[in-house]
């Protein structure tokens, strides 16, 4: 017979058996590698799943494996010993008595365990022949019983222990400890925190950015819920979710152990339930979603809020609505600014069912006119004014992300002199416009961009204008139509106010107002966005002929675009001004309240004008040109002898006609001096349009041949000054 081996030396001139059959070691290289990559994949069907697993985990894949096979009945039970399970004989012992044939009894079990000597083997051999049985990783599965006090306790097998989530705590059971003696020694359960759900899968509509639901009660017995990302689960230490359990009330332990053990169980914590999850606040469908409350919706799957990091929104409510209307809504009662503010709230959610771009509104007006306490009154509306009223102090990164955080709501911003007058304008245009700038991430791929649709309300002792003024800007009419200005005085000598309520000032009606928001506030926002949700479709098709009959009857003929688009923003705080006093949500009379608004917008128009704001600023411009240089670098056409003034840098001449001054301005200056920064043939438009410029007597031409001192026949343009005033 040959030798299955040959055996080589380090002499490879010395033969031990020259009739030894050589060794095919390609083949049992191959051997190896089956065996390892079998291996291999036997573990990796277990994925998160660290060993030692538990005796569930062993006993499903035994349950594919026949326990007739003595030898694989020898192996698998050396496999066994080796893990020192504490449970590990009552798993052989187990699975041994399914055999058809060859079990004598647990006596016979126990004599054979006793012999085995373990080796290299181990349980990874168990999951391997059964996954080459077609076994399968389980799922995560959790079990329930009812101790005899009558507690519920739900459990949960994980690495040979088990979490449990009593009434009150999670605890993790840990598995028995095997001495070397050979005794088993129990281990005192791990305490992970105060009881803590995990009650749903979360993702979004395309079926990714996966979380997970929890929900928990604090201290004080409020119930807290978070749709927490996935992907924070994947966070080197799991800090940043235990700091928004902690923060919102659920005990942890400082066991580091612990720690780690609390971001498993939420991760592998098995649940059948599946919600939608959104990534901004505000109307998703029928749905109005809040940081802390989804309202209504008859969607199919609940929909939750989930972002890649907490959010805190001001929404704490206190009192009740007949506490909020009989202090801070009597007090705003026949006062335009505060009505007014108050409209603006309400009509914050109305963005998107009307059909109306996203802007803002600014009081301004002197310090301590009661501007800021209009403010609080507003921010009042959804929840407590000290969170609720920002600063304008603030970087661009950090105003887009607070305009997402109110995505379909609203916004208040104080003091407008904080932000950098050369920011002010790109800030306006940011808040209103409702979209991120774009930035590219670490691949230089686009990062996405936030988008959003607020009504903000903002306050100043100086407008957007003056504050651009400071560093020699003006702002473009379309910031000026993002952001529009309503002087804070209400005209009545009290400043912002219009009457007192029997209090002795204005200040003391400012400071009454502070109280009531501080002390009452939340309740009706969140009554009036379940109103609004549940009237939903009928607001849709009503609002917009509100907004179009407020801009029949109260803006002027002839006016130009930006009024009118201007005025739908009006008409829309307007429409919910009369909404809320109408159905009850403040005592106001509802045709007292629409005048407050039309008030605010008269005023506004008062200064802002019914033309076109550029036309505006282009005649501004040109009129401070001649304010400033009309004496010094215009010389008369008829100079007397005694006369003999130098003009430095002339720019034309004047002349009398008909008893009115007429500018002579050279076609250079006009186009590189009085209309620096401006389209040159839009502002000869405008100055043509508006009588300012005299064509020529064919009345074809904008300039005029003229005789010019010194210069002879020469092209000008005709500035006339009768219609300046």
Known sequence: NKNKFMFIPHDPETVINPHAEELDVAKWG????????????????????????????????????????????IKYGMALKKSNLPDAFEIWHAWSSRAGQGYQGEADCRKTWDGLKPNSITIKSIFADAIGRGWSKPRWKKTTEKTDSGETIEKMSYAGGRFEVRPKVVYFCPPHKTLKNGDIEPQEPLWLCSRLKVRAYCRNVNSESWGRFLSWKDPDKQLHEWACPASLLESVDGSEIRRELAEKGLLISSNRKARELLMVYIKLWPVDVRVRSVEKLGWHGGTFVTSDQAIGGDDDE?????????????????????????????????NSRAQFAIACAAAAPLLELAGVEGGGFHLRGPSSSGKTSLLVAAASFYG?????????????????????????????????????????????????????????????????????????????????????????????????LRLLDIPA???????????????????????????????YHGTVGRLWLRWVVKNREALADQLPEKIQKFIFDHVPEESSGQVTRAARRFGLVAAAGALIAHEGFCDWDKEETELSIVKCFQDWLREFGSGPKEDQNILKQVRLFFEKHGGSRFEPMERSEEDNRVFHNRAGFWRNEENEKEYLVLPEVFREEICAGLDYKNAIKVLVDHQWIEKDNDGKHTQQNIRLPGLGQNRCYVFSTKGWD
């Open 30 to 73: 191959d051997s190896n590698k089956a065996d390892a990559e079998t291996d291999q994949d036997a573990w990796k069907a277990f994925g998160d799943m660290p060993p030692p697993v538990s005796a569930e985990d062993i006993l499903s894949a035994l349950k594919v494996l026949d326990p007739s096979d003595r030898e694989k009945w």
């Open 302 to 334: 609940p929909i939750m809020l989930q972002l890649d990091s907490p959010i805190h929104q001001a929404n704490h409510q206190t009192g009740s609505l007949e506490d909020w209307k009989n202090s801070l809504g009597c007090l705003a009662q026949g």
């Open 384 to 480: 407590l004014p000290d969170e609720a009223v920002r600063g304008w102090r603030s970087t661009s990164n950090a105003l887009e992300g607070l305009a997402a955080l109110h995505n379909d709501g609203f916004l208040t911003l104080d003091e407008i002199s904080e932000i950098a007058p050369e920011h002010a304008g790109e800030a306006a245009f940011l808040l209103a416009n409702g979209k991120q700038k774009a930035r590219a991430n670490r691949t230089g791929s686009a990062r996405r961009v936030l988008t959003w649709k607020l009504l903000f309300l903002s306050t100043g002792e100086e407008s957007l204008s003056n504050l651009m003024a400071r560093v020699r800007r003006k702002p473009t009419p379309g910031q000026e």
């Open 489 to 519: 005085d209400a005209g009545a000598g009290l400043g912002a106010f219009d009457q007192l309520h029997d209090l002795q000032s204005g200040a003391a009606l400012s400071l009454a107002l502070k109280d009531c928001a501080a002390k």
